[in-house]
């Protein structure tokens, strides 16, 4: 019976808040609206796209003549392995990450892509090891359909240049072969 009369408050003290409900929400004052990711765009129209070769680099922009650019890749060599790096230009939500697909030329191929911020936009970007298999979807003479989910589907057209582009870049982290001479030392320094 003390048991009893000892949780006799903590009973009270319960029934004065309602229980969880369906409504809920409708009770409870929501002062600002939830964040989310933006809306999707449309894939954008590509039948007149093509590749062109960047004034700067080893790098190649796909795009409607005149227009802005849709799609990039580009050789990035420090003098370590090279990496091939993937712009979509599309906007995209602050520090999202996201998985870009690419169909075509026999391959389906998911690389990893984050949303960076240049200047006060954000669009899609990524990088990856020249030599990596995936990028072969790029290696064909086929189209190849490049998907960020809420970034649309970019059709690239087809053309010689991007698989031109991923092997120069793979030739760079190439082995020296017993053809090739050894490059000079850069010291005078005697090793016996």
Avoid at 87 to 111: C, E, M, P, W
Avoid at 117 to 135: N, P, S
Avoid at 144 to 154: D, I, N, R
Wanted: hydrophobic share 40%; charged share 25%.
């Amino acid at each position: 019976m003390r048991r009893t009369l000892a949780l006799l408050p903590l009973a009270l003290l319960a029934a004065c808040k309602p229980p969880a409900s369906d409504d809920y929400i409708e009770r409870a004052r929501i002062d600002e609206p939830a964040e989310g990711p933006s809306e999707p765009i449309d894939s954008p129209d590509t039948d007149d796209a093509i590749w062109a070769p960047a004034e700067e680099g080893a790098r190649l922009l796909y795009g409607n003549p005149g227009e802005h650019p849709l799609f990039a890749i580009e050789c990035l060599s420090d003098g370590s392995e090279p990496m091939l790096g993937y712009t979509r230009f599309a906007r995209a939500d602050a520090h999202a990450k996201a998985i870009l697909a690419l169909i075509g030329n026999g391959h389906v191929s998911r690389l990893n892509i984050d949303a960076v911020q240049i200047g006060d936009i954000w669009r899609w970007e990524g990088a990856i090891e020249a030599d990596d298999r995936r990028l072969d979807a790029l290696t064909g003479r086929r189209e190849v359909e490049a998907t960020v989910p809420g970034a649309g589907s970019v059709i690239l057209n087809a053309s010689a240049l991007p698989g031109e582009l991923v092997e120069r870049c793979r030739n760079l982290a190439e082995p020296l072969t017993a053809e090739q001479p050894m490059p000079a030392p850069s010291s005078p320094e005697d090793p016996a």
